[in-house]
């Protein structure tokens, strides 16, 4: 596959990409550096290159030259300044004269001012460090594959029963986000592992696939846009968010936007699958997303002498770590999972884990208990590590049609803590990373005494959400109020206080019934009104029932 042709695909997922606003053809262009297609199996060298410069500033761009629209109100929103110096890409001309001397692109990480390139010359170490805009030259991949075992992202699966099928949500109390209607509508998701076999083909998956809830899917291991392969790990982590099946699996953030993206190949260990992370991470943070799931994480690696030690987990040693950091500091909420390795000899989280503002998910089973494998604390400059805990114990999977499972794992606490995250945003969209980690710690069990195997512990979503609503709501002066009024697309009722259970009926100035919505079980104090945003203008009439009052509200819609 040719350059051309690699671009071409892009362009025609982008094509599909729903919601998400089509990037320009500037940042199609960067992107497609990223994407030259290699054989990544065969018996190549890959060698990560540091340049000392990009040859560009930052007054050379506009903001939209870079970023999707996306991407530009999750900066405005966090009061990030954008675009900034590793917003530009890499610099092309280093890049071509790297490539007219035999060496093959294969990704780029502008975040990390790196190239990483392929060939089967054992030298090459030598001839890139002869460049004179190259400040250093690591090599990040050998031919030798010395994996013994199979697929790395194997996990063991036990047929599942009905019984406490919703528990991962239940254990954080993320049911009351559900009740409440908040199921991570608007908020975008990529997921980043190691494949997603057969995930467009299982029933938990089918209303995801049927609302075209997947905005993007790119393989950064093969660089091309077939992600149904390699693995079913990705798959296992994507029923946990998104799937549905009344009874059997209750997704935590059913209703969110997601892009899968593959930045893992399960058949070896090498740190380049950190630059494949990377260049992941950044195309997410282009196109806009909100949170990124990675049930990834190294230590190890199949030439040792590549390997990390306990003493590189202090947030600012590895290249993966580096780069998720890198990633909140777009607006981005990072969770990692923290490893399955407190039952052999490493027994520490995994990177990028470790990062200082990565959220680091370990796993407790039913009952509430740490795991046995999950991975402990803390960094090795002794911040608290994990950051939280989830169920990862008998968690419900589906990764093959017809059948559901249960499985263990950091890998799927991380999705549970993610998930219902999501629905926390889509709950208070006013709410920063600052905001959503202060108030998460705040209504964790744990808060005020944290270790190295729970870290502050199991949050509790229902009190997080007050203490967001307290934060960033204000407070009417009357019982309800419709906020704007008059409106243009959709708008908020805000209450004085949680009404507990909230009838909502809308009817057009001639009384016929518009839409009727019931929330058994609503605790916040800002419901959104969207039922009515693709209606002509004119006065429309608010019935609304909660089990102390009732109200009726008119509120005026206006033209574009």
Not at 171 to 180: F, P, Q, T
Not at 196 to 223: C, M, P, Q, T
Not at 321 to 345: L, W
Not at 355 to 371: H, L, M, P, Q, Y
Request: proline share 4%.
């Amino acid at each position: 596959m040719k350059r051309k042709k690699a671009a071409s695909l892009i362009l025609k997922s982008l094509a599909k990409c729903g919601k998400m606003k089509k990037l320009t053809n500037k940042i199609l262009l960067i992107v497609a550096v990223c994407f030259i297609p290699v054989c990544v199996n065969c018996q190549a060298y890959f060698y990560r290159v540091y340049l000392k410069d990009k040859g560009a500033n930052v007054t050379d761009y506009n903001a939209s030259d870079l970023l999707s629209e996306k991407a530009i109100k999750r900066r405005q929103k966090s009061g990030i300044s954008f675009p900034d110096y590793k917003d530009i890409p890499v610099n092309k001309n280093y890049i071509e004269q790297i490539s007219s001397a035999g060496f093959e692109l294969h990704c780029t990480s502008k975040w990390m001012n790196t190239a990483l390139f392929m060939s089967n010359n054992a030298s090459g170490a030598n001839i890139l460090a002869g460049f004179p805009f190259v400040s250093e030259v690591r090599i990040v991949k050998t031919p030798e594959i010395k994996r013994k075992s199979g697929n790395k992202l194997d996990f063991e699966r036990v047929l599942a029963s009905a019984d406490d099928f919703d528990s991962p949500l239940q254990m954080l109390n993320g049911n009351v986000l559900h009740n409440s209607g908040c199921k991570g509508d608007n908020i975008l998701i990529a997921v980043l592992d190691g494949g997603f076999i057969n995930a467009n083909r299982i029933e938990s998956l089918f209303g995801l696939y049927e609302r075209n809830g997947i905005k993007y899917a790119y393989d950064f291991v093969e660089n091309d846009n077939f992600v149904y392969e390699s693995s079913s790990h990705g798959t296992a982590v994507l029923s946990i968010l998104a799937g549905s099946m009344p009874g059997v699996i209750a997704g935590t953030a059913p209703d969110a936007d997601y892009m899968l993206l593959k930045t893992e190949n399960p058949a070896y260990e090498f740190p380049c699958e950190e630059d494949f992370w990377a260049a992941g991470a950044e195309f997410a943070d282009s196109a806009g997303v909100d949170i990124i799931n990675s049930s990834l994480g190294y230590n190890v690696f199949d030439e040792s002498t590549m390997n990390y030690t306990n003493s590189d987990l202090d947030g600012n040693t590895a290249f993966i770590t580096r780069v998720a950091d890198i990633a909140v500091s777009k607006g981005i909420m990072v969770f990692c999972s923290a490893g399955n390795e407190r039952n052999n000899s490493w027994r520490k989280i995994l990177v990028p884990a470790d990062g200082d503002s990565v959220i680091a998910v370990g796993a407790v089973n039913i009952s509430k208990t740490i795991s046995n494998f999950s991975s402990e604390g803390p960094s090795a400059d002794n911040r608290v590590k994990p950051d939280f805990v989830a169920m990862g114990v008998t968690v419900p999977v589906q990764t093959y049609p017809v059948e559901t499972y249960t499985s263990n794992g950091t890998s799927f606490s991380c999705p549970v803590l993610s998930g219902i995250t999501a629905c926390l945003m889509q709950a208070v969209p006013e709410a920063t990373y600052s905001d959503i980690v202060s108030a998460l710690k705040e209504s964790s069990d744990r808060y005020q005494n944290p270790d190295k195997l729970y870290g502050y512990g199991i949050p509790d979503f229902g009190k997080a959400l007050t203490t967001l609503l307290n934060k960033r709501v204000p407070v009417p002066d009357e019982d309800i109020v419709a906020v704007p009024n008059p409106f243009t697309g959709d708008f908020d009722l805000i209450f004085r206080q949680s009404p507990g259970t909230i009838e909502v009926e809308i009817f057009s100035i001639t009384g016929k019934l518009i839409s009727k919505t019931i929330y058994p079980d609503y605790l916040g104090r800002s419901l959104n009104i969207d039922q009515i945003q693709n209606m002509g203008q004119g006065i429309y009439i608010l019935k609304i029932v909660t089990k102390e009052s009732k109200w009726v509200k008119k509120v005026i819609k206006m033209g574009l």
